[in-house]
């Protein structure tokens, strides 16, 4: 089947202006992850959902970041005013489960420039 | 809380020669372990994970690991290396209800 996909595969935004990032997750699966990675950061956690819930919202940086997910499926990653320091490559990931033992697969990214 | 601790974030083999990468973790509660890796300009895609079954896991394209209880490692070995797998190693921990933890990555060169 599809594995997990992201849009765009590029961005690149002005500073201050507010950009969206789509995950499209493998169908059936009900845990979604975001990340981000950075050049000398590794792979920073940022959100988990489970369902259309957010139980841990512990990693998003600033409130200039928010998520959401509908339906149990597509998830948003919202970043408003962005900064330079935002950019980096945005990947989500989804499992079966939030259990622990599940593997989570990875999507390609976003990489987003922040100019 | 837990965390992961990858020792060297470059190495360096000769083709044919054996792979070893470092990961130590941390954890209050038996953990389970993953080892991913991320071609350039690609995801991350899972070669392989210990969640309690058989402490020696077998992954793909010939990778193993080995949990060590007693060490809190779980490094990653290749026999023989092959061009191919260049590329960037993430060791990861995770406990139930909790997102995966990321080490900081070991980028493993091959030179022929």
């Known amino acids: 089947g599809a594995g997990v996909s992201q849009s765009p595969s590029n961005k690149v935004t002005e500073k201050g202006k507010d950009v969206e990032l789509r995950c499209d997750p493998i169908s059936g699966h009900t845990a979604l992850y975001w990340y981000r990675q950075s050049l000398g950061q590794g792979l920073e956690f940022l959100i988990y959902f489970q369902g259309n819930s957010a139980p841990d919202k512990s990693g998003l940086p600033s409130d200039r970041f928010s998520a959401e997910r509908t339906g149990g499926s597509v998830s948003t990653l919202t970043i408003q005013r962005t900064q330079q320091e935002d950019s980096a490559v945005y990947l989500c990931a989804s499992s079966f489960s939030q259990a622990g033992s599940y593997e989570q697969y990875f999507g390609p990214g976003t990489r987003l420039t922040v100019t | ?112």
């Open chain 2, 1 to 112: 809380a837990q965390s992961v601790t990858q020792l060297g974030s470059h190495v360096s083999v000769s083709e044919g020669a054996l792979v070893l990468l470092r990961c130590n973790y941390s954890s209050s509660v038996p953990p389970y372990l993953f080892w991913y890796v991320q071609y350039p300009n690609q995801g991350l895609q899972l070669l392989l994970k210990y969640t309690s079954a058989a402490t020696l896991v077998k992954g793909i394209n010939g990778f193993e690991a080995e949990f060590k209880k007693s060490e809190t490692s779980f490094h990653l070995t290749k026999p023989s290396a092959h061009m191919s797998d260049a590329a960037e190693y993430f060791c990861a921990v995770s406990v139930p209800n909790t997102p995966l933890v990321f080490g900081k990555g070991t980028r493993l060169s091959v030179i022929a």
